[in-house]
């Protein structure tokens, strides 16, 4: 129970942490490649973002309690991708959504 609690917390943090950093790597190309100048976002602005990112959801996802639900499911093998296909969609859709935001801001 509590290693499928882990595995499933561990793909819920990629997934977050992979979303976030695609966003900020195309925020802050485009950002630089428009402006000329500076990019939208400096280097300690950036890292602040990601540390407070990072420690956010590291903290909601350690204290998610496992549930029953987990049981009933089949488990996954060793050769089962860390990243699915799934995610992977789920990753390019939410960033394209959150870039569709910022873009709007941003210009």
């Known amino acids: 129970l509590w290693g499928r609690n ?6 819920k943090f990629l997934q977050f942490q992979l979303t976030v950093n695609v966003v ?9 490649c428009v402006t000329q100048v500076r990019a939208p976002g400096q280097a300690v602005q950036m890292l602040w973002v ?12 350690a204290t998610e309690p496992p549930t029953e ?3 009933r499911r089949r488990p996954h093998g060793r050769d089962h991708p ?3 296909p799934t995610m992977l969609r789920n990753i390019l859709g939410h960033a394209l959504y959150q870039l569709l935001v ?3 801001f941003l210009f």
Not at 24 to 32: E, K, L, Q, R, S
């Open 102 to 104: 910022i873009f709007t």
């Open 82 to 84: 860390l990243v699915s």
């Open 6 to 11: 882990v595995h499933d917390s561990i793909a």
């Open 69 to 71: 639900e987990l049981l």
């Open 24 to 32: 900020a790597v195309v925020v802050a190309f485009t950002g630089a």
């Open 50 to 61: 990601n540390l407070i990112m990072d420690t956010l959801a590291s903290l909601a996802l």
